[in-house]
């Protein structure tokens, strides 16, 4: 199989070993874990973007052997908002673009849970993450990113701009609130409910 390799070999070990490799433009349908688990000691950049991978069948689960990676491209592949990544707590960058993620909180949740030292996430190109690219207005842009923001507070770069403090402020508040906003409507509601329960009861009239 071909691939792309960049690095000193390891001067510990008869076989090469890598910090980079590259199995982007491959035509791949599953990942080549035969030759990437070969490089677990030293690998600290995973390149298997322009594929044709998804998590139906090729969850990347077993990449959390790769004990020093540090970033993981999977640009323009098949992954939706449904996939499983391994517990990488080394891992900082995440590239993600152009795949079929439509679920911005699954996806979130995962990566936030998965990679909790992330520092740059980009995930332009997907449904979930609207822009002018994909036909996203303004507001839904600003939404969206201060919805990441909030639930990521570690991120440095999402996508191709800088997390600003007054931005990483602002998400929070605004998440703040609407947490708060959905908490009080559910006690409206809950009460609500109640009162007209209590004015649905009949009363009951006992005779002698």
Known sequence: MDYHTSGHPSQSSHASSFHWLSFAYQGLTEIPYETILTQTDTLEVLDLSYNLLDDLYWNPVLLG?????????????????????????????????????NNLPVFVEEIRRKF????????????????????????QFKDYRQYVISQIPGLEILDDTEVLEKERAQARKTYRLQQSSQGSRKRKEDSSRKHTHMQKTPHTIIRQ
């Open 116 to 139: 909790p030292n992330i520092k740059i996430l980009s995930m332009m190109n997907n449904e979930a993450a609207p822009s002018y690219f994909n036909g996203g207005s303004l507001t």
């Open 65 to 101: 052997q790769l004990e020093k990676l540090g970033t993981l491209i999977l640009d323009c592949n098949k992954y939706t908002s449904h996939v499983k990544f391994p517990y990488m707590p080394r891992v900082t960058t995440v590239c993600i673009n152009k795949n079929k993620i």
